[in-house]
């Protein structure tokens, strides 16, 4: 009579081993999922910022100028750049300031104003080079 006491223990002990084990699994995939949230969200939120910075950008006023030419928005800390290119057209950047995601937009330069063209947001620099991809420091604050 004590054999079936012992075996249903030990199935009862084997249940919450199993439990445990399966809360354990369960708790570390919530923890990485609660990880992969929180850089979703927070690449959701420098993709917007990046994305106002670009439509600001777009407001401003650009003199002609050769090289890439900045100006920071401080409210939100935002960062346009400009780069004219041989063509007659423009590259326009944005980003906030915090963040190292950037966009970029084609545009059309006309008296002092920039018109985004048709199709010509991006979100990589489409410039052969890599390093013509990067304002200059210290080109900021026009």
């Known amino acids: 009579m004590s054999q079936y006491g012992n075996s249903t223990l030990g199935m009862v002990l084997m249940l919450l081993l199993l439990g445990s084990l399966t809360l354990h699994a369960t708790r570390t995939q919530l923890s990485q999922g609660m990880v992969l ?3 979703t969200q927070q690449y959701h939120q420098d993709f917007a910022q990046a994305q106002a910075a670009l439509q600001w ?3 401003q006023s650009w003199p002609a100028a050769s090289g890439w030419q900045c100006q920071q928005q401080s409210l939100h800390q935002w960062l346009s750049c400009l780069l004219y290119t041989e063509e007659g057209n423009a ?5 906030d300031e915090k963040s190292e995601l950037r ?3 084609w545009v059309s330069p006309r008296s002092h104003r920039l018109h985004p063209q048709a199709h010509g947001w991006i979100d990589y620099c489409p410039l ?7 304002p200059q420091e210290g080109s900021a604050g026009l």
């Open 37 to 39: 949230v929180a850089d």
């Open 103 to 105: 966009l970029w937009q």
């Open 91 to 95: 590259l326009l950047s944005g980003q």
């Open 57 to 59: 950008g777009l407001m």
């Open 128 to 134: 052969s080079k890599p390093e013509h991809c990067q």
